[in-house]
């Protein structure tokens, strides 16, 4: 591998950070190593230690807990309560129900939104030190705690049992958030959604008289009321019906030993980063780029299938970035892989027009714009969680948006997203649009089975920015909502269900889809998330949550 092709495996181009499904809530530290045990845990305290820790304004700590991983939302809450058992979870929530004080919950750190961080909150509960993984034989599951990272998970799963969720590219990310939201990722293609994977709930709930207490919720629970509640959890989003305290995975109809009962990982990936400088770049190549990757995608969705497994991210960075880049990873043991991934490569290259001397490498032909590596399932999926210098980055700002499509995007929405990614508006160079593929196993399951309505999307595209300082709040939110309300503008600046584009993904909340400024369409903001599945998400919320205690702007409403 050439020098530069080294560096560019390092650091992909403009550093526009990768956006895997957002958790909501406070990020935790990775774990520390397991063995093949029934239990790993990312932090451990002596018994004498074991009891929920409350830090209050006057607290050293408070700063750090007040705040996730996008610095626009802050909050001043009277107490950070962080919990080590359910039964405290129990207390934390009586105490705020009692007390008629406003309460929020905080699992992972990346939500978009203010949902977690906000002036109303008055008791946040971080579910940050709830963080193992074991294997549960009473539920025959895999227990994870909702305080847990997705690297957590990774780790534990694979190094314990040989097996994985397939959920998001960003490892900070907490599954407190990242599950109910419906949670994908690089595997997703090739194994469903997380949700697809998720066999039952613990969660602390409020009831009309305002009691506390704690509940689990199955897939296969006997009562009606309780698969309800477990079904809402499988895409409604966080933050709605209660505190989870645990999840419990489990592939539906797997059986046998705990390896056997979750998807196996791979042995061995394909990871490729591609890089183009936006210099060589036309207007006719940007274009042919887009249709090529949404087309590829169109005619590659079956599942089960070595391309229909294929993932890829598409970071339509703005040109002030200096590059365009793409992220591709494929299951090295699939039939074919190196030839189905070599074609993918090249036909992008050549829908930009760029025509360059090839290599091959780990089987792979690459280009010059193209960098191919085969590597460990656990080491590439550690890599690239980090690859993005801003994406593990504590300190910035950020705007997003999102929309589902179905189709290939047509091309007036490619010519809008080319004004605004070459405009002379000066936006933070870590400003672009993301594409990411969906669709293979995620669409052999009902839109109506889970909460998430969306499954036969072909991909997903994320409007992002991120920046530093609180002064470049304005500029940058409102070359958001311009590219986003031009790319949309024939439904009213928003990604109307139809049969190209197909609403927003609730684990990428924009608040502006509740504003008519923003969105002047008819469809409101909660159909652009769950369409026919929110009425009986609504029917969960007041069975569950009749006090409406577990609230924030786009929560589910009472019916």
Request: glycine letters at 10%; aromatic letters at 8%; a neutral charge.
């Amino acid at each position: 591998m050439s020098d530069l092709k080294r560096r560019r495996f390092v650091g992909i181009g403009s550093g526009l950070a990768f956006t895997a499904a957002a958790g909501t809530g406070l990020a935790t530290a990775p774990a520390a190593r397991a063995g093949t045990g029934t239990a790993r845990t990312a932090r451990t305290a002596r018994a004498a230690d074991a009891v929920a820790v409350a830090v209050t304004p006057s607290d050293s700590r408070y700063p750090d807990l007040t705040s996730g991983n996008n610095l626009r939302w802050k909050a001043a809450p009277d107490k950070v309560v962080l919990p080590r058992t359910t039964a405290e979870v129990v207390s934390a929530v009586q105490e705020a129900v009692t007390g008629d004080k406003r309460l929020s919950v905080c699992g992972g750190g990346h939500c978009f939104e203010d949902f977690v961080f906000n002036a109303d909150i008055r008791i946040n509960i971080n579910m940050s030190l709830m963080s193992a993984v074991s294997f549960d034989p009473s539920m025959n599951a895999f227990k994870v705690g909702s305080g847990a990272t997705l690297l957590d998970v990774y780790e534990a799963l694979y190094e314990g049992w040989g097996v994985t969720v397939p959920g998001g590219i960003c490892h900070t990310v907490g599954v407190g958030g990242h599950i109910p939201g419906g949670g994908y990722g690089n595997l997703s293609r090739q194994y469903g959604l997380t949700v697809d994977h998720l066999h039952a709930v613990e969660i602390v709930v409020v009831d009309a008289a305002g009691q506390a207490r704690a509940v689990v919720a199955a897939r296969d629970s006997s009562d009606a009321r309780l698969r309800d509640l477990f079904w809402a959890h499988t895409g409604g989003g966080g933050g709605s019906f209660g505190v989870v305290t645990a999840y419990f995975f489990r592939t539906p109809g797997a059986t046998g030993a705990a390896g056997a009962l979750l998807p196996k990982a791979p042995s061995k990936i394909f990871l490729t980063l591609a890089n183009w400088p936006w210099d060589k770049v036309t207007e006719e190549g940007f274009s042919g780029l887009v249709d090529y990757w949404g087309t590829w995608f169109e005619q590659h969705n079956t599942a089960g299938t070595t391309a229909g497994s294929l993932y890829s991210w598409l970071m339509l960075n703005h040109r002030d970035s200096g590059s365009l880049a793409a992220v591709v990873q494929l299951d090295a043991s699939l039939p074919n892989a190196a030839s189905v991934l070599s074609d993918f490569l090249a036909g992008m290259d050549q829908a930009l027009g760029l025509h360059s001397a090839t290599a091959r490498h780990d089987g792979v032909l690459d280009s010059q714009y193209t960098t191919t590596r085969l590597m460990p399932w656990l080491r590439g999926t550690r890599y690239i969680g980090a690859i993005s210098p801003t994406q593990l980055d504590p300190t910035t700002r950020g705007c997003h948006k999102s929309a589902h499509l179905r189709k290939r995007t047509p091309q007036r929405q490619i010519d809008a997203m080319y004004a605004h990614l070459t405009s002379d508006d000066r936006p933070s160079t870590m400003t672009g649009i993301v594409l990411s593929a969906s669709g293979g196993r995620i669409a052999s399951v009902s839109p109506t089975a889970t909460a998430v309505a969306q499954r036969d999307a072909i991909m997903k595209v994320n409007f992002e920015s991120r920046w530093y300082a609180a002064a470049d709040d304005a500029k940058n939110t409102a070359w958001i909502r311009g590219a986003f309300g031009a790319v949309y503008g024939d439904t009213g600046g928003v990604p109307v269900p139809n049969d190209v584009t197909d609403g927003c993904y609730i684990n990428y909340p924009d608040g502006d889809l509740s504003d008519p400024a923003y969105n002047t369409s008819s469809v409101p903001w909660h159909d652009l998330y769950w369409k026919q599945n929110y009425p009986r998400l609504q029917q969960v919320k007041r069975d569950w949550d009749p006090r409406d205690v577990f609230r924030h702007r786009q929560s589910v409403r009472l019916p």
